[in-house]
């Protein structure tokens, strides 16, 4: 029983490890596969919109292939003289010429087992589709004869003959000046095939067709179109080629081509033509058949076995060709499917061409030393200081997720850190080529920042409140730094793993925001977003002006004249930041002139005249600045009609009042003291204590002078009773002095 529970104990182990490494393998996964499909991601990305030219960077020299030795000795008029050369030197392949040239390789016919007993003629005809008219049932046809040649019959592909019939067509046949009417424009070939027979009966049983159609019938067409009496027998073919459809677009460009050809039922040219031209410019299709369907008899693809072909090579040339020409050389098929045309690198050798391959001849044994000595490399995924992955051994220098091709190994480990930093990427060398170790960079900053949504929520942020209140990131800001240092020599000991990363831990030259700075006046903080607004002019904010207002409004033993008064006065001063005395002049007389007739509207003239006094009572006016700043105001008030109307309204006021209230007041009577002590007072006092007794001085002279002023102004019994009151006063007055004198005396 004992050893039982021990293997049961041994097997539960055994599937809890397996369950462990295969979430072990599963997380893994998980965290290279995200860093993976971004990258790929932005590799399509920068294919379609790159951001920047990976030719242009340092350590991509070997992907720019250019050189600027050439700037040395450029000059502007050489670029005339280039395009010339170029045009009249080197002829571009595959482009549309002059001439449109057509090569006859040969007729082929496995029907005709003889080529020596048969002759073959080609006949090239140029039809001209033109519009259709209104009451027209077809379009009309133009058909122009280009010229005839002979062809051989059936050739030997291995020794075919050295000789080849050649026609060429002037482009400009195909241009619209021959006609506006003209749609489009096809090749018409027309093949011969004729024999002279020796007997009719032995001619007759060995010729046969594709299309096994009985033997009368082709004597009888044949004899149809050979009257003649020479005994001999022919047989006609066609095919057709567009060269410009109706959208004027070319179909024929430089290639070999292999015509099907039909047997053409004789009878001149509309017999020719009803069948082939319109059903030609119509578009079909055709099904490709499957490997399954190519051993069956309904292989489209048959019909080149079965029937005639004629085989030619069509070439856009710079001058005509007509007659017997040296035979072509076929195309060439590189690795990559492009055709290679060898007589045409034949045709063009420039002395230019010489010389840039034996100036190329150094780099050529480079490149082929290089590809000597290609290294091998191996990737290798790490995941909790784990080897869990590991590629097969690769020659090649191709981003494993870019698919860049860096060219050389230090290029490639450049890349990789600077472009791919959500992986750690660490070099090391091995026999025969280099190990590249993949971890995940756990000090990758994936964060995104510069989302407009996220400048202006953070504007809104910064003014304090609201859900989303608290730490948040900081808004990046961006510095650029020129340095030019010396760049130093290519190595790939930067690659290798080190103890302490001092190459990754540099210390950066722009630290961050190290230093809060505040506002002058508000002593606020100042904010990231508000660095660029000066907050010196900022002197009287909205706010502030408010709460300036809100207090002036809280005193209660002042007047409603003058707490406007103040209110406009304190804002002048905020606004225009005052800070000496000697400023205080300049004040008033911008005070009048901004705000002046606003105070005369108001009915605040005497309010400012008394502010002016205690100004001057303070010692911060001057009496000449006191006279200069009243008579500015009184000019003003002379000037403006509507403000000397309220000040007559407001003296005939003050006169009701003081008929109907303030004369049955009794008067405040002020105990006059020694001329000592008020001299002492004013001197040793403090500033408002000063102020008290000016402000109470200035009372009594306004009250004494609104008494004179309404007894002068106002003659009547009642003014006579107060001169009685007034005058039997100041007898007893001067009594009472008298009398005091005299005890002095005494």
Known sequence: MPPKKREKESETNKNSKIDHLQADHELFLQAFEKPT??????????????????????????????????????????????????????????????????????????????????????????????????????????????????????????????????????????????????????????????????????????????????????????????????????????????????????????????????????????????????????????????????QTETNPFDIFKVRPLLKLKLSWSQEPTNGLVNRPKLYQQDSNGVKKDNTAKEKISTPRCSTSEIKNGEKSKQESTD??????????????????????????????????????????????????????????????????????????????????????????????????????????????????????????????????????????????????????????????NELDIDSESETDPLWLQQKTMMMIDEFTDVNEGEKELMKMWNLHVMKYNYVGDCQIPLACQMFLQMKGKELLEKNLYRNFILHMCSLHDFGLLSPVALYQTVQMLNQMLADSADAKEKMRDSLRAQRDHWNAVGKYQQPVIIEQKPNNTTVKLNVEASPSVRRKTSNLQNANRMASASSNFSKSSSPGPANSETKRKMSSGSIQSRKRSSISERKSSV
């Open 37 to 294: 499909q971004i990258y790929r991601f932005l590799r399509t990305r920068n294919m379609l919109s790159p951001i920047f030219l990976n030719r242009t960077l340092s350590y991509m020299k070997r992907r720019m292939s250019r050189s600027n030795k050439s700037r040395i000795g450029f000059k502007v008029d050489s670029l005339l003289e280039k395009i010339t050369l170029k045009k009249s030197t080197e002829l571009q392949l595959n482009s549309l010429g002059g001439y449109m040239t057509l090569t006859f390789l040969g007729f082929y016919d496995k029907s005709l087992e003889e080529p020596s007993d048969y002759q073959v003629k080609v006949e090239t005809l140029l039809l001209k589709i033109c519009h259709k008219k209104r009451k027209e049932s077809s379009s009309a046809i133009v058909e122009v004869s280009v010229g005839s040649c002979s062809v051989p019959l059936n050739p030997s592909t291995s020794e075919p003959p050295a000789m080849a019939s050649a026609v060429s067509i002037s482009s400009d046949t195909f241009s619209p000046s021959h006609g506006p009417n003209v749609k489009s424009y096809m090749l018409m070939l027309r093949v011969t095939v004729t024999k002279a027979s020796m007997s009719n009966g032995a001619s007759t049983t060995e010729i046969t067709n594709g299309d096994d159609e009985p033997l009368t019938k082709r004597l009888k067409s044949s004899s149809d179109i050979n009257s003649s009496t020479d005994n001999k027998w022919s047989k006609l073919y066609g095919s057709e080629l567009i060269v410009y459809d109706k959208h004027n677009r070319c179909l024929l460009t430089n290639g070999e081509y292999d015509l099907v050809l039909h047997d053409v039922t004789p009878g001149g040219r509309s017999a020719t033509i009803a069948r082939s031209p319109h059903k030609a410019l119509m578009a079909q299709w055709e099904t490709i058949p499957n490997e399954n369907d190519l």
């Open 371 to 528: 590809s000597s000595k290609r290294q091998q490399i191996i990737y290798q995924f790490l995941y909790n200081n784990n080897s869990r992955q590991q590629t097969e051994a690769c020659d090649d220098l191709h981003c494993p997720w870019c698919s860049l091709d860096c060219g050389a190994l230090y290029s490639l480990l450049k890349h990789l850190k600077l472009c791919h930093s959500r992986f750690n990427f660490t070099y090391f060398p091995i026999p025969g080529g280099a190990r590249i170790d993949v971890s995940i960079n756990e000090l990758y900053d994936g964060s995104y920042t510069g989302s407009p949504h996220d400048l202006i929520a953070a504007q809104g942020r910064s003014r304090g409140g609201g859900p989303r209140a608290g730490p948040t990131r900081r808004a990046s800001l961006t510095h650029l730094l020129v340095l030019r240092r010396r760049r130093h020599r290519h190595s790939l000991a930067e690659f290798l793993e080190l103890d302490d990363n001092d190459v990754d831990a540099q210390r950066p030259y722009l630290t961050g925001h190290n230093r809060l700075y505040h506002h002058t006046i508000t002593c606020l903080p100042v904010y990231p």
